[in-house]
């Protein structure tokens, strides 16, 4: 007959070692076995960064256990680690460690923390004294720290009160950094452990700076990786890899932990990333080391182009809805936009993958001087695809847009005749694409101009303007929308 739960544990026990059986321990029962491991005793480190502000870090640090069950406190980790991400594996061999439990520890150690955890104890309060020029020492009870500490010191309650606090000890409940806690189970006193896991607030974005000729012609094209590290925790010596591509994630409520507000360090490097294909996705490799500090934002090389073939593009654009209705003269001195397109090929100089990004473009005055003639968003693009880049809107070349006639045919059905004029007022001619989208079935019934199908909603005109001349084209165009 067992009196006591001690005595059925202790026999239950006995019973599974008889049988070879393990029986986990609860964390509090192996504290006295307790260990720490922190990143001193990292071998490596390596980081992938997704365009999507997550990363996946994965370490390999040699840590001294105990045989059998053995609390182990694995700390420097990201602040913003995802737990249920975590992976352990064990490099010594199949079976040679279970983990049985994990507690993720962020309740990190701050002012008000320590206030809130001392609230019901004693604490000493020192205020300055000015006319003895010493600090006068009160004990004082926490009451409350709710919008500010509440105290009783003596007979009395106040808050408010000017001093510093001082605190006997620091609650085991708080730490000072995040902390992965596992309840292991070793058969060897000595492990080199590989720990991999997901954390927010890893990010990098892609950059480019193009260089454009005089001519209109040609370019350099430079891409740059900015990466910022937020996630709490620094990475030295780290094998650092980019995936650009949008992976698909499951979108969960934030935890509510601590944020960091970064204080930003710019560091440029000539490193070269080596570029693979990898699943659906394109995998960018740091061919060296790189140490990624916390709250430091870092510029890195990533791909050089030389000569790259572009060329220059005015196009006037229409908009659909200018064929539903009656409007007379819709737009006048409406600006042209500039553009630049290029092939992303090798033997335009290219042939890489893009990843999305900011394109910004320079070109040298006469005096020599680079000078900023525009910016536009690009996506990821793949090798052996054109690219596009806004520049902004041309100063001399301008355009008219009339409706010189209107009929209704049926109540979805109508006619009507166009007239778009454009001017040029630059010393050389002027290359302008007419470009018309329509909302629906069409057919163009006359025009002065040879048009272009583009597809089934759009199509184009393309019109030589002399020099500080116009040309006027005209069509007449039938639309059904239902």
Known sequence: MYNTHADVTR?????????????????????????????????????TVYNQNFGLVREVRDVTLTRGQVALEFRDVAA?????????????????????????????????????????????VYRYNERTGRDEEYVAEVLSVNNGPILRIGDEITFNFPGRFSFPEIPENLIAKPTLVWLLDSRR???????????????????????????DTKGDLTGWVTLSN??????????????????????QQPRGRMMVEAARAMEADAAQFQEESFFEYHLYTLQRPTTL???????????????VGITKRLIFYGFPYYYRGSYGQVMAN???????????????????????GIVRVYKADRAGSQQFIGEDQIDHTPRDERVRIKMGEAFDVVGDRRQMEYRVVS?????????????????????????????????IL?????????????????????????????????????
């Not at 006193?189 to 001519?215: C, H, M």
């Not at 709490?232 to 499951?250: D, F, I």
């Not at 006359?446 to 116009?470: I, K, L, N």
Request: aromatic share 6%; glycine share 6%.
């Open 11 to 47: 026999v239950t026990r006995a019973l599974a070692m008889a049988l070879g059986l393990t029986i986990p321990l609860p964390l509090t029962a192996v504290a006295q076995q307790q260990l720490q491991s922190t990143a001193e005793g990292r071998e490596s480190v390596a980081i």
């Open 189 to 215: 006193p000595r492990q080199r452990l590989e720990v991999s896991y997901l954390t927010g607030n890893l990010n990098w974005k892609a950059d480019y700076v193009f260089v454009i000729d005089e001519a």
């Open 334 to 356: 409406q600006k042209v936009g500039v553009y630049l397109d290029f092939q992303n090929t090798e033997e335009n100089n290219l042939g890489v993958p893009l990843p999305k």
């Open 230 to 251: 937020q996630s709490g925790a620094t990475y030295e010596n780290a094998q650092l890899k980019l995936v650009a591509g949008e992976v698909q994630r499951v979108t």
């Open 80 to 124: 913003e680690i995802q737990p249920e991400t975590v992976h352990i594996k064990s490099l010594g061999g199949a079976g040679m460690l279970r983990v049985l439990e994990q507690n993720y520890q962020f309740d990190l150690l701050s002012p008000q923390k320590l206030l809130e955890k001392y609230v019901g104890r004693m604490v000493k």
């Open 293 to 307: 500090r916390q709250n430091e934002q870092k510029q890195v090389t990533l791909l050089e182009g030389t000569g």
């Open 446 to 482: 006359s025009s002065s101009h040879t048009p272009q199908r583009v597809d089934s909603r759009t199509f184009t005109f393309t019109v030589d303007v002399p020099s500080r001349g116009e040309v006027t084209v005209e069509y007449r165009i039938r639309v059904r929308w239902c």
């Open 411 to 443: 109540s979805c059905v109508s006619e009507s005749t166009w007239e778009v004029t454009l001017r040029n007022h630059k010393d050389e001619d002027a290359e302008v694409q007419i470009v018309e989208p329509v909302g629906g079935d069409w057919e």
